[in-house]
């Protein structure tokens, strides 16, 4: 099973602000088998970003995605009060896939 | 776009079994795509439990063994998950889920990864507590 571990556990910041989460694998995963989520409180997570380069519908130009082998970054370009959320990334390159256990973004 | 709505009892003693549905509209699990249980322990990560595709094959994550059995009645649109023998560590928000993944080849839809790939759609999640 590949273990996802996202860094770092929670960030404070500022609207505005430059945002950059990590996500690393325990073993490679093809950039076109990584999805990000993003979770706001009492909902379920929302899809962000899936494959090599798929962007859900709705998601915002400031969220961008990149990465490959086992380092992966969701980054935020100018933080707005409405991303406060957690992030998770998840991998479906080996079964069963796994999530990461996510970062918390506070504003 | 398809929508998915779980349902069962929010409370289950410690032995029993977690019995939930998903009713899914604007929407069939007859369409080219996967669908499962997911469920996320209080702050924890998600976590897949297991899928199937539209032709009966099904995927179940190891970690629940042989506890968990996933059933879909076509006909009425919608699919079950039941897991026996709960403990406290089932404690969890369960959702029922659709991957974004399409497959209209034999060849894919016996691709085990896709079982547990990306979710477009969540069902809006139900608590579920093991407790006597």
């Known amino acids: 099973e590949i273990v996802l571990t996202q860094s770092p556990g929670t960030l404070s910041l500022s609207p505005g602000e430059r945002v950059t989460l990590s996500c690393r694998a325990s073993q490679t995963v093809p950039s076109n088998s990584l999805a990000w989520y993003q979770q706001k409180p009492g909902q379920p997570p929302s899809l962000l970003f899936y494959g090599e380069s798929g962007r859900a519908t709705g998601t915002p130009d400031r969220f961008r995605a990149s990465g490959s082998g086992t380092d992966f970054t969701l980054s935020i370009s100018r933080l707005e009060p409405e991303d406060l959320a957690i992030y998770y990334c998840q991998q479906y390159h080996n079964s069963p896939g796994t999530f990461g256990q996510g970062t918390k973004v506070e504003i | 776009q398809v929508q998915l709505q779980e349902s069962g009892p929010g409370l289950v003693k410690p032995s029993e079994t977690l019995s939930l549905t998903c009713s899914v509209s604007d929407g069939s699990i007859s369409d080219p795509f996967y669908w499962g249980w997911i469920r996320q322990p209080p702050g924890k990560g998600p976590e897949w439990i297991g899928s199937f595709y539209r032709s009966g094959s099904t995927q179940y994550n190891p970690a629940f063994k042989s506890r968990a059995t996933i059933s879909r009645d076509t006909s009425r649109s919608y699919f079950s998950l039941r897991l026996t023998s709960v403990t406290a560590a089932d404690t969890a928000v369960y959702y029922c889920?659709?991957?974004?993944?399409?497959?209209?080849?034999?060849?894919?839809?016996?691709?085990?990864?896709?079982?547990?790939?990306?979710?477009?759609?969540w069902g809006k999640g139900i608590m579920v507590t093991v407790s006597s």
């Open positions: 889920a659709k991957t974004g993944v399409r497959c209209t080849s034999a060849s894919c839809a016996l691709y085990v990864p896709y079982f547990y790939s990306y979710v477009d759609v």
